[in-house]
Structures are given as C-alpha cells and as structure tokens.
C-alpha cells in the first residue's frame, strides 16, 4: 500500500525558511501529481501545492510567492521550501497523491512564532 513519510518541520521565527521532505513508497511515482497540504488547528485540511509528473506547479493563493513544490522522481520524495514564513503558517503539513488521496500520514509539524 501507499506510505507516506512527511519529515523536515520544526519550529521558526517569522520570515524563516523551512524544507519539508516527502518520501513516497507503493506507488509508481513517477507518474503521479503529488500535492502537499495543511492543516491548522480548527481548521480543515487544505491544499497548499501540486506538482505533476511533468513539473508543473499549482499553489494556493497564500503560498504564492514564498512556497516551491518539487520532486526528485529517484528518491521517490517530493519537498515543500517554505521561505519568508508567516504565524499563520502554522499547521501540520502533510502530503498525498492528489487525484487519488491515500491514507495520510503522520505529518509534520510547522510552528512560526511572531
């Protein structure tokens, strides 16, 4: 089955950076749009990126401009660079298969103190 291994959040002051890591297993993953996504506390889970098998991104409006999607097809991994971070950042950050959602993950944690 699919497993997803989400890696890289932390804690960091406002306007800091941050790299997430993805490590993707039982898929052809090559093939596959991937999609990272958020989820506050209260809040619904929510889309924060896409890329496709081809490289080509997607983002919500709130990550436009300081978020990069990416994808290494050899490690089977895909990343989320998180520049100029925001307290409204916070969240657990997951990712998935974005046609077809898999079970999620643990997660990461991303916390941004102002």
């Known amino acids: 089955q699919v497993q997803l291994v989400e890696s890289g959040g932390g804690l960091v002051q406002a306007g800091g950076s941050l790299r997430l890591s993805c490590a993707v297993s039982?898929?052809?993953?090559?093939?596959?749009?991937m999609g990272w996504y958020r989820q506050a506390p209260g809040k619904q889970r929510e889309l924060v990126a896409t890329i496709t098998m081809f490289g080509n991104t997607n983002y919500a409006e709130s990550a436009k401009g300081r978020f990069t999607i990416s994808r290494d097809t050899a490690k089977n991994t895909v990343y989320l660079q998180m520049n100029n971070l925001k307290p409204e950042d916070t969240a657990v950050y997951y990712c998935?298969?974005?046609?077809?959602?898999?079970?999620w993950g643990q997660g990461t944690q991303v916390t941004v103190s102002s």
């Open positions: 039982g898929i052809i993953f090559s093939i596959n749009t």
């Open positions: 998935n298969v974005f046609q077809s959602p898999a079970a």
